[in-house]
């Protein structure tokens, strides 16, 4: 079997770098530490920023993109002088006003994401440089050479070591320490201030995303920017439950690393069937491609109620807080490895192995802080308990669901709980009479959150029958989804650099986020057909890059065996989990450097400035769901780039949204100041529906930059995909048409009387060379 162009052989070589690794005589030439007087570059003028030091390239951007803010509740609740009412203009105890409360609870949302990704790839670092030592190289292959695009705009730093991605990590924790503690009663007041922290939060977290991904990489020998990354195995029914089955969920590679050592040590890779969910599944696929993906987290609840897996491994981040109970209710083993995740258990890490077995035999769950003892652990234990798995049945059969369903008293109070109100009770009517229709329908969209069966008052097990009526009815859930590859080569950018800045490439669409879709998975890989359809460039990450996996074309095929992995027009780019998100920014950022020649080093402003004015790259964060969903959209904001949110993204509570009117630019060449359309209109703004999402993306991806013909390319798409889904032309064409120059060819007649009706004139000139730093 090929990965990329490696052998098979390769590929055994690869899989277990720890062990190879702690043999390996690594070679003591690479000094510790990052020299900061290297003159790899100049230093730029912000390296290391302290939460003012890029105040000012907030302030222009929330000037063109006030903040917008949609209170869920008017009550502070924050400190005993309260709770205060903030409604109608009140202020609180303290001084705060409503609008300041709010961006206050996005800054907290965002240092909740930030310190979950950093306290991730502390995690880590620190455990690979204990494995490996602190010297252990940065390298990314000879095609990457701007190995850390963002740390090197940040932090001035070019990562060369472990130690240096400590260093990086040192600086985010101060950072947001810092940010944490102006959240505090009697502290920032204006929300301006507020937002410009969030933002700066949002900038640490897609550091640390990168320190972490990075250490990951060359340590796992993860794919270094593979286009041809292996496909692998995704879904339900890519799972051999005739072996025992270990279930790893969450988002650390750690422990599902030293399961798959151990397998490989005794050389029963085989016997024992590995499958994760989330983004663990995802970087454990990174590391060896025989795991299997179960699904995105959307599909936990169900999974473990299938009573499949044996063993249910848990590390940090997106796992349901009441695992322990579901998992136990299953007659699984449970294991918990990780300090943010102990959930009450008690810490064997001090046993031997034997000894754990033993105590897992009695207790049925324990906390093993010692990621290296999970590996004999769970295997070893994983095969004893298959044994009794035979005998369980965790599911209802389908009689017994028509006889559940006729418990049902149709209050629909079901309904009304679930977040997108889908039709639960309807369902139940329709099993009464043994007709699953309804079921059949809820398992496609449903993200098995549980809170239908929570509030049912004839405590009946929605999700469980969900997941039955899924399983009876769709047999064949295999799927393929390519591994994740990492980052962006350089050699890429140097193709797709110039057709993306001047519009030739008329977008980047970067499908990233959590699964709390408004109608299933689906409708991701439907965004990902429109564009890959439309040559645009498709990148994922997460649970998203699952979503896109989820569906097959008539041929059976998914998107991801129908379009190359490649980092070029029409391709479809899987860099990894959510901490590959950074690579995403980082294509965007190494445009500016490689093809563009603008400095990196400590360089911020105008690295973001190049970006927002000239790569038209554009975030759709379809099932935003967590406080790191919120700190990875405001990070990606922060460099210039926008993003759509699912409906549930108003929960977050601000938007960043354009009046509409026109925005004032800079002319580089001309040093003139003048007025241009508002692109990117909006930075962070929700679509209500998919064919709204598919509609403002080409239009968010319009930059001042583009060339006429670009533009047009542009214009072109926008107005296809309104004629498309909404069957007319988009209401606000004008606004992006600069000149008659900007009118596609094929549809110039139609355009043209549209903009006559609308009384457009054309702009008397725009700027050669945008910039916002004036
Ligand atoms: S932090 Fe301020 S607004 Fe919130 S409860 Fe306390 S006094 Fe009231
Ligand atoms: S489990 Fe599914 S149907 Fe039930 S509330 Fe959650 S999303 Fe709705
Ligand atoms: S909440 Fe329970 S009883 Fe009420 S309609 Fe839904 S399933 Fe039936």
């Known amino acids: 079997m090929i990965m990329g162009n490696r052998t098979d052989s390769d590929i055994k070589k690869l899989l277990f770098p720890l062990i190879k690794m702690k043999n390996a005589n690594i070679s003591m030439t690479i000094k510790v530490g990052e020299d900061e007087d290297e003159d790899w570059e100049p230093m730029g003028p912000t390296p290391m920023p302290k939460i003012p030091t890029l105040r000012h390239w907030d302030f222009k951007l929330l000037e063109r993109y006030p903040p917008f803010y949609m209170p869920i509740c008017d009550m502070c609740c924050l400190c005993t002088f309260g709770k205060c009412d903030l409604s109608k203009g009140k202020k609180g105890a303290c001084g705060l006003n409503i609008k300041a409360q709010q961006a206050r609870i996005v800054l907290i949302a965002c240092c909740i994401g930030a310190s979950c990704h950093a306290g991730h790839s502390r995690h880590l670092v620190h455990h690979l440089i204990e494995v490996l030592g602190r010297d252990y190289p940065i390298n990314l292959g000879n095609e990457i050479e701007v190995e850390a695009p963002i740390a090197r705009t940040v932090t001035g730093i070019r990562p060369r070591t472990l130690a240096d991605l400590e260093r990086i990590l040192d600086y985010c924790e101060e950072q947001i320490t810092h940010l944490l503690s102006a959240a505090h009663t009697g502290q920032e007041g204006s929300y301006l201030d507020f937002e410009s922290k969030a933002l700066h939060a949002g900038m640490i977290d897609d550091l640390a995303r990168e320190a972490g991904d990075i250490a990951q990489i060359v340590a796992y020998n993860m794919p270094k920017g593979d286009e041809d990354a292996p496909l692998i195995d995704l879904g339900f029914g890519c799972i051999d439950k005739s072996k025992p089955v270990i279930l790893c969920i969450g988002h650390n590679v750690v422990p599902g690393s030293y399961i798959l050592e151990y397998l490989e040590e005794n050389g029963i890779e085989d016997d024992v069937e590995i499958c994760g969910i989330c983004c663990t599944a995802i970087d454990i696929t990174r590391v060896s491609e025989k795991p299997k993906v179960v699904g995105p987290l959307s599909r936990q609840l169900m999974f473990v109620r299938s009573g499949v897996a044996d063993v249910v491994i848990v590390d940090e981040q997106c796992i349901r807080t009441d695992i322990l109970e579901e998992v136990l209710k299953t007659g699984a083993v449970l294991i918990a490895t990780n300090e943010k995740m102990c959930l009450g258990l008690e810490d064997v890490s001090h046993m031997s192995e034997d000894e754990i077995i033993g105590y897992l035999l009695r207790k049925r769950a324990c906390l093993i802080l010692d990621e290296e003892k999970v590996g004999k652990v769970a295997v070893e234990i994983a095969k004893i308990i298959a044994k009794e798995r035979k005998d369980r049945k965790t599911l209802p059969d389908l009689s017994e669901i028509v006889e559940l369903a006729k418990q049902c008293s149709e209050c629909g109070w079901c309904n009304r709980n679930c977040p997108n109100t889908f039709k639960v009770k309807e369902a139940m009517i329709l099993a009464k009479k043994g007709n699953f229709d309804g079921f059949i329908d809820l398992y496609r969209r449903c993200y098995g959150c549980g809170r239908c069966e929570e509030i049912c008052q004839r405590n009946l097990p929605i999700v469980s029958m969900t997941t039955k009526v899924g399983e009876a009815y769709y047999k064949d859930l295999k799927f393929k989804m390519r591994a994740g590859r990492g980052p962006i080569k350089d050699v890429e950018i140097r193709s797709v650099g110039a057709p993306i800045v001047f519009g030739d490439i008329p977008g980047v669409v970067a499908l990233v986020g959590c699964s709390n879709h408004p109608n299933g998975e689906e409708e991701v890989a439907m965004i990902a057909k429109e564009f890959l359809e439309r040559k645009y460039i498709v990148v994922a990450t997460g649970c998203a890059a699952m979503a896109i996996g989820m569906w097959k074309d008539k041929d059976g095929k998914t998107l991801y065996e129908k379009y190359p992995g490649e980092f070029k027009a029409g391709g479809l780019v899987n860099c990894g989990s959510c901490l590959s998100n950074c690579h995403i920014t980082g294509a965007a950022i190494k445009i500016a450097n490689i093809f563009a020649k603008v400095p990196l ?127 007319r032309m988009p209401p606000d064409l004008e606004k992006f048409v600069r000149t008659e120059k900007d009118i596609p060819f094929m549809i110039k007649d139609k355009v043209m009387s549209y903009l006559e009706e609308k009384g457009w004139k054309p702009f008397d000139k725009y700027p050669q060379d945008p910039t916002v730093l004036y």
């Open 601 to 727: 080093r400590g360089n911020y402003a105008e690295v973001a400035d190049y970006i927002l004015n000239k790569v038209g790259a554009v975030g759709v964060a379809w099932g935003a769901m967590s406080q790191k969903a919120a700190a990875i959209a405001t990070g990606v904001n922060r460099w210039g780039i926008p993003v759509i949110l699912g409906p549930h993204g108003a929960k977050y509570r601000r938007l960043y949204i354009g009046n509409g009117e026109k925005f004032t630019v800079k002319d580089k060449r001309t040093e003139s100041l003048m007025e241009i359309e508002p692109v990117p209109e909006h930075l962070i703004i929700t679509a209500e529906n998919m064919k709204e999402c598919i509609c403002m993306i080409p239009k968010l991806c319009m930059r001042p930059n583009d060339t006429p013909k670009g533009r047009a390319n542009k214009i072109y798409h926008y107005v296809d995909v309104y004629e498309k889904y909404f069957g």
